[in-house]
């Protein structure tokens, strides 16, 4: 068994040997306080400060040793492998990585073309292509997008949603929610579309926005380092490939200045509970990377915007997908993000003629039961167990979706379908046996104890067990403020608040069971849960030792500690003493907190 004594505290200076034992916790300090200093020079236009620290960012190794995490270990693509065919699978290979690019330079670094991949959009939809650069490339460019985005957050409008940290789809839906409401008198929408944004973006225009960054001569390679299609390389003469790391934060700089150019306005209201920013046109827009909505008081304001917005395309290089874009009434609803957004008539309330709903959109619904059946033809012959594992997460994660808006009628019609479909399933894969066979083997009460429920598809071991979407309750999402930004060093506390509040809605059951037993605070390093690094589950008592799945036997601890614990005391080894735990966990704190 290795001794807890003789894990070294790796310095991000010396040659590394162990990739897991290094001090995250103290580097992503150390980085995130670069990208408030950053910030904040930003906000006060000392632009010589900005790119100094800028400088020292991306020369720092704990920023390369985060973006080497960040690419090889967290990213859904860390499996992915460029036109070099190179991946970094395990801890030993990322220790290489590190070694290999400890003395690197990003500011004369020559990148290799991208690997062209096609992924299907939709259903009967065409291909959409995916740039995937080589890992050495990707390290690289998320280090650039370390000190880049800092910079940007300062300038980016209070609309736009896509692809910035701490804001997402649902900030999106709640801004229009607000912005349409009865008393509101913005009732045209201009919906619109970019036809190939990723694809079609100027490199010049691009260039010209980041002019003074330091490492502007290497983002303007990675855009014109072209792609390996069939064996072929071409050169690509604008555009930002999908699948960089830096691309949606290049798209988003390109995008920027929409509410400049349709001359959109705000203006401050004090009131006791605070500052408050409130629009002051006639018109407003709500952007998630390249989708927008333009919300406009006249049929005739909203027809004007293809004139208004005409030099703003131009000057990017892009232009509106016609088939995408229209001029509708809420009256007749729109779709956007999954959702449908539409006033209806009423007359029970009073005071209120219209009233807004949102629901999911028809198009996203069929998605999902597109999934579902898929899913059902995979696993048709399969035993129950697999099947059920595959439709949870499906399951679980539109639900999570959909759970801010009006959804319950459809989370109801789609357990029915997933019903029939079951009973369909379950005859067919016992052809000679009776229903109330059937019944007896798979069909059990609630194990979860969410619900009455005695009709639940459950595996033969009573282990595994299907969920409803039903149990999903309806909570609206809280909208982020105005410009707030999670690198504003005065905005600590309202970020851990919030990232408290979407821990409860976005975890399952158990999850939130184990972080509020454990204070949300990890039982190895005693550190906040909340942070940005991923979780597991870890036993106490290891299963191969008679360990079970009961809650006073599990831990919610982040990847690193888990790793680390594992490395100290393996599962098949001996179960260690409590002396041992605690000198364990000691260590652990010392290296995140020091």
């Not at 690509?236 to 306005?265: C, R, Y």
């Not at 614990?565 to 290296?591: C, E, N, S, V």
Request: glycine share 6%; with cysteine.
């Amino acid at each position: 068994m290795l001794n807890t004594s003789e894990i070294p505290i790796v310095s991000a200076a010396t040659p590394l040997t162990d990739f897991d034992s290094v001090p995250w916790m103290r580097l992503e300090q150390y980085v995130r306080k670069l990208q408030q200093r950053i910030y904040r020079a930003e906000g006060l236009g000392n632009k010589r400060k900005v790119k100094s620290l800028q400088r020292l960012l991306m020369r720092s190794k704990a920023a390369l040793l985060l973006s080497i995490r960040q690419v090889t270990q967290l990213n859904k693509g860390k499996r992915t492998a460029g036109v070099d065919g190179f991946k970094a699978t395990s801890s030993r290979e990322r220790a290489n990585l590190y070694n290999k690019m400890r003395n690197y330079n990003v500011f004369t670094h020559n990148p290799s073309p991208a690997l062209r991949k096609y992924i299907p959009k939709g259903k009967g939809e065409k291909l959409r292509p995916l740039g995937i650069p080589t890992m050495k490339d990707r390290v690289y460019q998320n280090v650039v997008k370390l000190a880049l985005e800092p910079q940007w957050e300062v300038r980016f409008e209070s609309t736009s949603y896509g692809f910035r940290p701490k804001r997402g789809c649902h900030d999106a839906v709640e801004a229009i929610f607000n912005k349409i409401n009865p008393i509101s008198k913005k009732k045209w929408i201009f919906e619109g579309d970019f036809r190939g944004c990723f694809d079609n973006l100027n490199h010049d225009y691009i260039m010209g926005k980041i002019k003074d960054f330091p490492a502007k001569e290497t983002v303007s390679k990675w855009l014109k380092a072209g792609f390996v299609d069939n064996d072929v390389f071409k050169k690509t003469e604008f555009g930002t490939p999908q699948g960089g790391i830096v691309s949606p934060l290049l798209a988003n700089i390109a995008l920027h200045g929409m509410e400049e150019e349709l001359d959109i306005k705000y203006r401050v209201l004090h009131k006791k509970k605070g500052t408050y920013y409130e629009i002051n046109s006639t018109r407003t827009v709500v952007r998630y990377a390249d989708d927008f909505v333009i919300l406009c008081e006249s049929k005739k304001e909203a027809e004007s915007m293809y004139e208004k917005l005409r030099s703003y395309l131009a000057q990017r290089g892009l232009e509106l997908a016609r088939n995408k874009t229209r001029v509708t009434h809420i009256s007749e609803g729109f779709d956007f993000l999954g959702f449908n957004f539409r006033q209806y008539p009423t007359n029970k309330e009073k005071e209120r003629l219209w009233k807004l709903i949102i629901k999911p959109s028809k198009k996203s619904q069929s998605k999902m039961i597109s999934k579902i059946r898929d899913c059902f033809k995979r696993n048709q012959g399969t035993n129950v167990e697999n099947l059920i594992a595959d439709l949870k997460p499906i399951i679980r994660g539109y639900a999570n979706y959909w759970k801010t808006v009006s959804s319950k009628k459809v989370f109801s019609r789609i357990d029915h379908y997933i019903w029939t479909k079951t009973k369909r399933y379950l005859r067919r894969l016992h052809l000679a046996k009776p229903w109330k066979w059937i019944i007896k083997r798979y069909f059990h009460p609630d194990i979860h104890v969410q619900s009455g429920d005695k009709w639940l598809l459950t595996g033969s071991n009573r282990k595994y067990q299907i969920i409803r979407m039903s149990w999903t309750p309806i909570v609206r999402h809280q909208l982020i403020k105005y410009k707030n930004s999670p690198f504003d060093s005065n905005l600590i506390d309202y970020y851990q608040k919030r990232d408290l509040k979407l821990f409860e809605k976005d975890n399952v059951a158990s999850r939130q069971k184990l972080a509020k037993k454990q204070k949300y605070k990890c039982s190895m390093c005693q550190c906040s849960l909340l942070a940005e690094e991923e979780l597991e589950t870890h036993h106490g008592k290891p299963k191969f030792h008679g360990g079970t799945d009961e809650y006073k036997n599990l831990w919610l601890v982040h990847i690193s500690c888990h790793i680390l614990w594992h490395k100290a005391f393996p599962p098949k080894g001996k179960i260690p003493t409590k002396k041992q735990t605690m000198a364990f966990t000691k260590m652990l704190r010392k290296r995140r907190h020091y």
